[in-house]
C-alpha cells in the first residue's frame, strides 16, 4: 500500500492544508503504508520558496514521509509518453476553442456531463475547418475523445459518486500537461495506491479514473476529505488572517498548539509533544 501527499508550491501551508496533510499522514500510518512526497509544480505561480517552507510546515507538526521527493517539473518526459500513447489509440484531437468560445458553447446544465463540460466542437471540424485553424497560428489544445463515461467511485469518506468524463484538455496550447494527466500518470507509475485530498477535487477523479483504465492501470483508493472553511464559507485563504503557522507562532501559540487545534478538529486526542504524534496513530478510525 502507498499513499501521497501532493501539494503544489504556489503559497504557504495554510491550516486547512495541514489538516488534509494530517489526515493523509494517519490514512496511511494507521495502515502501516508508505507516504510519497510529489510536489505538483507545473503551475506558473510557482515560487521556490514555497517548496522549502512547505516542507518544514509539515515536519513542524511532526508529519514525515517515505522516501525521495519527486517533482512533477522533473517528469515531463513521462507525461508525454502517455499524451502519445492516447494519441496513438486514437483517442485525442485537437481544440482551438478560446476560453471564451468554451464558456459561450457549454453545454446546458441538464447535461449528464459536469456542468460546463466542452461541447466537442472542435472534434466535429471539417478538414476544411481544421487547416484554416492550423493557418491561425493558435496553439490548439489536445483533448481526450470521450463518450461521456458514467464513472463510479467508493469514496472511502463520501461514499458511492457517479460523473461523467467529457472531452476534458491533456495538455493546454503552450505544452503544458494537464492536472488530471499528470495525476493519474504519477498515481500509476508511483504505484499509489490511496490518495486522500480535499473534496473540492471530488468532482474531477472521473476523469483520472477512466485514464487509468486507458492506461491498463489500477486506480488508487480515494478519501476525499472536507475542506476548511473562513467564516465566509469560503474555502481557507491567507487573506483570512492568522491562518499559517508563522501567523500563529506570532500570537504566542506554539507549534505543539497547533497540532493539538488540527488533531481536536478531528476529534481526536491531544498530545503534549510534537515527537508523540505516533501515539494518535491507534485512535484514528
Known amino acids: 500500500m502507498t499513499g501521497r501527499w501532493a501539494p503544489s508550491p504556489t503559497g504557504e501551508f495554510h491550516l486547512g492544508n495541514l489538516r488534509t496533510a494530517l489526515l493523509a ?24 520558496d514555497f517548496y522549502d517552507s512547505q516542507i518544514r510546515d509539515f515536519q513542524r507538526i511532526g508529519l514525515n514521509w517515505d522516501g525521495e521527493i519527486f517533482h512533477q517539473s522533473e517528469r515531463l518526459g513521462l507525461y508525454q509518453d502517455g499524451i502519445e500513447d492516447l494519441v ?22 441538464h447535461s449528464h456531463l459536469p456542468e460546463g463540460a466542452y461541447s ?27 463518450e461521456g463515461q458514467l464513472i463510479r467511485i467508493q469514496d472511502r469518506q463520501l461514499g458511492d459518486f457517479e460523473g461523467a468524463v467529457d472531452d476534458f484538455v491533456l495538455c493546454r496550447g503552450d505544452q503544458t500537461p494537464s492536472y488530471n494527466l499528470t495525476v493519474a500518470i504519477d498515481d500509476a507509475d ?22 487509468f483504465h486507458l492506461f491498463g492501470a489500477q486506480p488508487p483508493r480515494y478519501a476525499h476529505v472536507p475542506l476548511v472553511l473562513a467564516q ?13 503557522i508563522d ?17 481536536s478538529s478531528l476529534q481526536l486526542p491531544n498530545i503534549e509533544s510534537v515527537d508523540e504524534l505516533d501515539q494518535i496513530i491507534h485512535h484514528f478510525r
Not at 32 to 42: C, G, Q, S, V, Y
Not at 89 to 96: A, K
Not at 190 to 211: C, F, Y
Open 25 to 48: 499522514w494517519l490514512f496511511a500510518r494507521s495502515e502501516n503504508t508508505k507516504l510519497l512526497w510529489r510536489f505538483e509544480d507545473l503551475d506558473g505561480a510557482v515560487r521556490n
Open 88 to 109: 496513438q489509440q486514437g483517442l485525442t484531437y485537437r481544440c482551438w476553442c478560446t476560453r471564451r468560445e468554451i464558456r459561450e458553447a457549454a453545454l446546458a446544465p
Open 120 to 146: 466537442g466542437k472542435c472534434r466535429r471540424l471539417t478538414a476544411k475547418e481544421i487547416s484554416e485553424n492550423e493557418r491561425s497560428g493558435r496553439n490548439p489544445a489536445l483533448r481526450l475523445i470521450s
Open 190 to 211: 508511483m504505484g499509489v495506491t490511496e490518495v486522500v485530498r480535499g473534496d473540492d477535487l471530488l468532482p474531477s477523479t472521473p476523469r483520472q479514473v477512466h485514464l
Open 232 to 244: 465566509s464559507g469560503d474555502r481557507l485563504a491567507k487573506r483570512d488572517g492568522a491562518v499559517t
Open 247 to 263: 501567523d500563529r507562532v506570532a500570537l504566542g501559540e506554539s507549534e505543539l498548539d497547533v497540532l493539538n487545534h488540527l488533531l
